[in-house]
T-cell receptor, first 117, second 116 residues
Framework: AQSVAQPEDQVNVAEGNPLTVKCTYS??????LFWYVQYPNRGLQFLLK??????LVKGSYGFEAEFNKSQTSFHLKKPSALVSDSALYFC???????????????FGTGTRLTVIP | GAVVSQHPSWVICKSGTSVKIECRSL??????MFWYRQFPKQSLMLMAT?????????EQGVEKDKFLINHASLTLSTLTVTSAHPEDSSFYIC????????????FGPGTRLTVT
């Protein structure tokens, strides 16, 4: 079974400061890890993914995430936050051992990021 | 990038009536689509996987007779909430997987259903 935890419902950060949105996961096999962002009245948008290779992956809008196998974490980061980054962020995992469904993703509960001007 | 649309974006219906939600892939074909339900401050919960030309696969605990899914073509999947009740009020989201992806999905903007 797979699961994703986002321990923070809300993260506030001042504009220009670095931001981190936390995510931990649990899978039986190897994980495929994803971050999605949801803006008001819009569908979820793909930000970045980790499949294999370098633990630090870079994605859209200057975001990056670091895969840490020992800590089973995949925290989302950005060096300098923008007000326009304010949105709802979801971490998701796909267990490579799960053959029950094509590309099934399991989502965390989401973290609302507010960047304060 | 590919676009997935949903219609309607919001709907209010009376208890006991049925509501149909459409999910369309606008510039690509999708043999598979996913239907999610999102509660306030909660995660997306996968309800079912819609398969073109065959029956949908429902997740455990989801009533297939209540949430009817039809994947009539390679660009359209519909979710019909039958005999809706207030507890069915929620945000329903559909998605389609990237053909060349490893789990990425294109998401529709969602449909807000309110049952009075």
């Amino acid at each position: 079974a797979q699961s994703v935890a986002q321990p923070e419902d809300q993260v506030n950060v001042a504009e220009g400061n670095p931001l981190t949105v936390k995510c931990t996961y649990s899978v039986s096999g190897n994980p495929y890890l994803f971050w999605y962002v949801q803006y008001p009245n819009r569908g979820l948008q793909f930000l970045l993914k980790y499949i294999t290779g370098d633990n630090l992956v870079k994605g859209s809008y200057g975001f990056e995430a670091e895969f840490n196998k020992s800590q089973t974490s995949f925290h989302l980061k950005k060096p300098s936050a923008l007000v326009s980054d304010s949105a709802l962020y979801f971490c998701a995992v796909r267990d490579t051992l799960d053959q029950t469904g094509a590309n099934n993703l399991f989502f965390g509960t989401g973290t609302r990021l507010t960047v304060i001007p | 990038g590919a676009v997935v649309s949903q219609h309607p974006s919001w709907v209010i219906c009376k208890s006991g009536t049925s509501v149909k939600i459409e999910c369309r892939s606008l510039d690509f074909q999708a043999t598979t689509m996913f239907w999610y339900r999102q509660f306030p401050k909660q995660s997306l919960m996968l309800m079912a996987t819609s398969n073109e030309g065959s029956k949908a696969t429902y997740e455990q605990g989801v009533e297939k007779d209540k949430f009817l899914i039809n994947h009539a073509s390679l660009t359209l999947s519909t979710l019909t909430v039958t005999s809706a009740h207030p507890e069915d009020s929620s945000f329903y989201i559909c998605s389609a997987p990237w053909l060349e992806g490893e789990g990425e999905q294109y998401f529709g903007p969602g449909t807000r259903l309110t049952v009075t």
